[in-house]
């Protein structure tokens, strides 16, 4: 089953505005379909093209790294007489698969750039992570493009439901709410997203097995047992801790605060002890960080705290999977109670993880926003997440809430308005129910959200 991804137009724009001067970098986590996707664009757009798999290349392939930069016709007739496939010049794309297992071949690419004669496409998993680029020269001819996992706006193309599709987004610039038979729908198929997930093998598990969550679940347990062989090969510095809070996901953010509270991991833990640990998960792409802004007066970045983080998982479906057991999910009744959305105990983190998820495949830093009354001896003002306009000379913050029950409370919504009013854009609440839009901001429901 063949996915459609909104990345292959990006790729196409690439390709007609680089015209050879640039190298493409895909970076993502595992199993999120860029070999895939790299291989459909080889095919479906140049003459010929070889997949270099860094994983399995033979030793030969190595080597004429080694041996032939130099003489570029003999490094290009190695590939070609390798792979069985013929080159044409400024007609066929050569594609560098799971290159952090080869750096070597990341540095080349300045040079190959540089003949002019083939387009590059490089996929890596991890490739951001300083292990992998210790010692070689990063090439400046080399573009970056993240991957994420299908996005629901994927999905709904994926169940042929792009109707629906289309409708939710001519609602959303009218401001106006779906009629309430489509409503339900769209409610469905969000649960069905949050459950399944993005990951494209649990996708085409579950569809190919006729809606199947059991199938899926089995997929995303293999994706979450490849995390961890990627967190063993980790530093040996830190391994261990970057185990022990990727474990802990799901129980952070099944608390109230949902910040990563490292006395819970260990009993003597230092923020100092875990940074690298937790910036490599958010490195890997495995994981979405979210960062404390301390003062939306100066900007969200500028007054970032790194010391107080929300650690999302990458995927929804994934942390689905990471929550439960094997034996809960098999009985079913679980996937009842969150499609009629009776979880209680856990749907908030649900919710609140596919909201951070929707932000990051936009392109979108993560932040959230807390404030600590010495009066009271506790945060009395806590906002989900703070969107910027990103405007220089009218800058504005909205603030996101999200809510996983229609019945909620708005009191630091409220507090957080009331204390920087002077700054607030659109101000906006995520709820099950359907779009309203009032003075007091934009209320839209979980499915709807992909439009901001």
Known sequence: MELKRDIYGKLMEW???????????????????????AEKFGRENYRSHILIDFAVAPRIIKENFKDNLNDLDRFFQVLSLQYGTRLYPRDSLIIFDEIQRFPRAREAIKYLVADGRYDFLETGSLISIRESVEGIV?????????????????????????????????????????????HKRASYLIREYMLVGGMPQSVVAYLEGGKDFAAADIAKRQILDLYRDDIKKASRRYKSKVSSLFEYIPGYLSTHEKKVVLARVNAHGEFEDYDDPLFWLGDSMMCNLCYRCADPHMGLALSRDDS??????????????????????????????????RLSLNE??????????????????????????????????????????????????APVEVKSSKNYTTTSYDAFKKRFGNRIGESMIVHPKALSYDERGLRLPTYMFFCV
Do not use: W
Request: with cysteine; charged share 25%; proline share 4%.
């Open 15 to 37: 390709k007609v505005q680089s015209r050879g001067s640039t190298a493409l970098l895909i970076e993502g986590a595992r199993r999120i379909g860029k070999s895939t996707i």
């Open 138 to 182: 990063v090439p400046s001819e080399e573009r970056k493009l993240k991957m994420y996992p299908l996005t629901f706006p994927e999905f709904l193309m994926a169940t042929d439901e792009e109707p629906l599709l289309d409708y939710i987004r001519q609602c959303y610039e009218k401001r106006q709410p779906l009629q309430d038979a489509f």
């Open 308 to 341: 107080a983080v929300k650690c999302y998982l990458g995927d929804t479906g994934l942390l689905v999977s990471l929550s439960f057991s094997e034996n809960e999910l098999s009985s079913m009744e679980l996937y009842r109670k969150i499609m009629a959305g």
């Open 348 to 397: 908030g983190m649900l919710h609140e993880n596919l909201i951070a998820q929707t932000l990051a495949a936009s392109g979108r830093a993560l932040y959230f926003y807390t404030h600590y009354s010495e009066e009271k001896h506790r945060s009395d003002i806590e906002v989900d997440f703070l969107l910027s306009n990103e405007s220089k000379t009218n800058p504005r913050v």
